[in-house]
């Protein structure tokens, strides 16, 4: 019975070691520790590519980045020039070699071209080349060419006539996210047309657009006028807003109501209580002595 435990045990550890190897002989060998992708990047801006590794004694014979399928950079410490660049099609970035090193790569003037999966991939020297990759994500924003416009505003306006506005943010990849606001508030939903984004057949860049149509109440009114912004946004790169006045045709309207809810409240407006005071001044005169 002894000899039959320790067989079972014999074939217990050995299916261990078996199972424990490959691992072990990784962590003690090559292998990536980090890769940072810079992301949301602007078009012609730029940012690092990271990519670090540990080589557990192991010599390092070369390391690479790639866009997609292409190499566009590569590190060989055994040659000299170390570092290599190779051409892209379409040119999605530029690759500054005096500010790069190893794994440590600094682009430049990307276009949406360079939008996609960066992979990192360093190999170890021979015999046996072993070989670790990572990849990362990068998303391109091409920025609209200027703040939001909001179209579609009149001279004035009578109260309770219903305002009609658009806004717009032309000529972005992806195309901007829009919000409107009266008077610093969030639009009510049921006041928000949301329209299909218009594509540029020629460069494919989209111009995003909401519409906005409310009633012109006197609740809405600040000094004779309602005030109507737009922001425009794209992930946590770009914000921009644009503001209009609405103003209506009779702005001391808006005096009288406010006038009126003060009463309301309790409080008299200052032409009345003068008003009451005259007539009483007028009244005890009349009253016979």
């Not at 079972?8 to 060998?29: H, K, N, Q």
């Not at 500054?96 to 071209?113: A, E, M, Q």
Request: aromatic share 8%; proline share 8%.
């Amino acid at each position: 019975m002894c000899t039959t435990v320790s067989n079972w045990s014999w074939r217990v550890i050995l299916i261990l070691v078996l199972l424990v190897l490959p691992f072990t002989d990784v962590a003690l060998g090559l292998h990536i520790t980090k890769v940072v992708v810079p992301t949301p990047v602007a078009v012609g801006d730029g940012g690092w590519l990271e990519c670090e590794f540990v080589d557990q004694g192991q010599s390092i014979y070369s390391l690479k980045w790639y866009l997609g399928l292409d190499e566009f950079y590569r590190w060989t410490p055994a040659e000299n020039p170390p570092i290599k660049t190779f051409h892209v099609k379409g040119d999605p970035l530029t690759v500054d070699r005096s500010s790069s090193h190893k794994g440590r790569v600094w682009i430049k003037d990307v276009t949406l071209g360079a939008a996609g999966v960066f992979r990192c991939e360093v190999s170890a020297e021979g015999p046996d080349f072993h070989t670790e990759s990572e990849i990362g994500t990068m998303t391109v924003v091409d920025l609209p060419d200027e703040e939001p416009r909001i179209t579609g505003t009149q001279d004035s306006y009578q109260m309770h006539e219903d305002v009609i506005l658009n806004c717009s943010s032309p000529r972005a990849q992806p195309p901007a996210s829009l919000s409107f606001y009266v008077n610093d508030e969030p639009a009510d939903p049921l006041w928000l047309t949301p329209y299909h984004p218009k594509e540029d057949p020629e460069t494919g860049l989209e111009t995003a657009v909401l519409g906005l149509r409310f009633p012109l109440r006197p609740r809405l009114l600040r000094r004779g006028a309602a005030i109507v912004k737009c922001t425009a946004a794209i992930l946590n790169i770009y914000w921009d807003s644009t503001e209009v006045f609405i103003p209506t045709d009779a702005p001391f309207h808006a005096s009288i109501m406010e006038g009126q809810t003060a009463i309301g409240r309790g409080y008299p407006a200052a032409g009345s209580s003068l008003l009451t005071v005259l007539v009483l001044a007028i009244l005890l005169l009349l009253l016979p002595h």
